[in-house]
């Protein structure tokens, strides 16, 4: 990944409040929260070895209708905070998608989810090569995981906490209502669909104050 420039320090803080999907800066409830309890479409419209999608994915995939992608399916970006405008735009809209749920998506199971988050927390604070945050695992929206942590979030870090990590295949997670894995360190976030594994995107999300 490439390391961003002070000229481009501005558009990045720009770019975290819209593509980073949470409205830290103002406090603000962020737009993946307001729309991953809605089917899709109800009101609103890495680089190497990549993991073999699972059938049930696969078909679950191929019936959705998903907005365009800023980068090829198969290629995790990252979209780098001096990206065009319409491609960060994009960048949003596929993220969105991503983590909300249609009507053929299993129903949120909220014990096994209490369950996973309980075994992530150490998994991540294994995987982070920064100082963790207290309490770096949370539920966004039912349908999200975020993971926190100060340095390693990279396209293959959310797969690689949850299934070598945690012990939690992508499958399971997905049976149990989650759609996405998202890790986030002080420069970047990566999305990681338990629907299609190969289908992770990652951003410029610079934070304010570095963990």
């Known amino acids: 990944m490439r390391t961003m420039s002070t000229s481009s320090w501005g558009l990045a803080a720009l770019s975290l409040c819209a593509l980073q999907l949470v409205s830290a800066c103002e406090g603000k409830p ?24 699972s059938p049930v994915a696969s078909a679950t995939a191929s019936a959705r209708k998903m907005p365009p992608r800023p980068v090829p399916l198969g290629s995790s ?42 075994k992530l927390g150490p998994a991540v604070r294994s995987a982070d090569k920064g100082k963790t945050p207290p309490n770096p695992v949370t539920l966004k929206g039912k349908r999200l995981i975020a993971m926190e942590m100060a340095i390693g979030c990279t396209a293959r870090a959310p797969a690689n906490i949850l299934t070598a990590r945690a012990g939690i295949p ?7 209502g ?8 002080n420069k970047w976030a990566c999305h990681q669909s338990t629907r299609v594994p190969e289908d992770v995107l990652c951003h410029a999300a610079p934070r304010r104050q570095p963990l």
Do not use: W
């Open 30 to 53: 962020s737009l993946q929260d307001r729309y991953t309890d809605k089917p899709a479409g109800s009101s609103t419209t890495s680089a190497s070895a990549k993991p073999k999608a």
């Open 178 to 185: 989650i759609l996405v894995i998202k890790c986030r360190d």
């Open 77 to 118: 970006g990252p979209i780098q905070p001096n990206a065009p405008q319409e491609k960060q735009m994009m960048a949003i809209h596929y993220c969105i998608a991503l983590a909300s749920p249609q009507p053929s998506d299993p129903i949120f199971d909220e014990d096994a989810v209490k369950g996973m988050i309980k």
């Open 170 to 176: 992508l499958k399971q997670a997905y049976d149990a």
